[in-house]
């Protein structure tokens, strides 16, 4: 992110902000932006209907949807991150064609 943002949203909240590595996951996109949600949904899945058979399973159900969710947002993020990569490579190139 751009360190003017940052200033900005800074002087807002006290805190820092938390710089995210985008690293790992522009390394596996799959991995991380179509395994993970599916992983998530099915946990969730299995955890609904174990707790519909009296099974005590609230934390499986908490974790698929950690996965589930957490998967979306680097599925987003991702696309966010390519989005701004072509972007630059297309300013570099003289942008309008």
């Known amino acids: ?3 003017r ?3 900005e949203i800074q002087k807002h909240f006290k805190q820092e902000v938390i710089e995210f590595d985008w690293e790992p996951i522009l ?3 799959r991995r991380y932006g179509i395994l ?3 992983i998530g949904y099915i946990v969730s899945l ?3 209907i174990f707790i519909g058979l009296g099974v005590f ?3 499986f159900l908490i ?6 969710f957490g998967g979306i947002f680097c599925a987003n993020g991702i696309i966010g991150e390519y989005k701004k990569l072509k972007i630059q490579k297309e300013e570099e190139y ?3 064609h």
């Open 1 to 3: 992110m751009d360190q």
């Open 5 to 7: 943002i940052f200033g």
């Open 27 to 29: 390394k596996q996109p």
């Open 36 to 38: 993970y949600p599916i």
């Open 46 to 48: 299995l955890a609904v």
């Open 57 to 59: 399973m609230w934390l």
């Open 63 to 68: 974790a698929g949807f950690i996965l589930f």
């Open 94 to 96: 003289g942008g309008h």
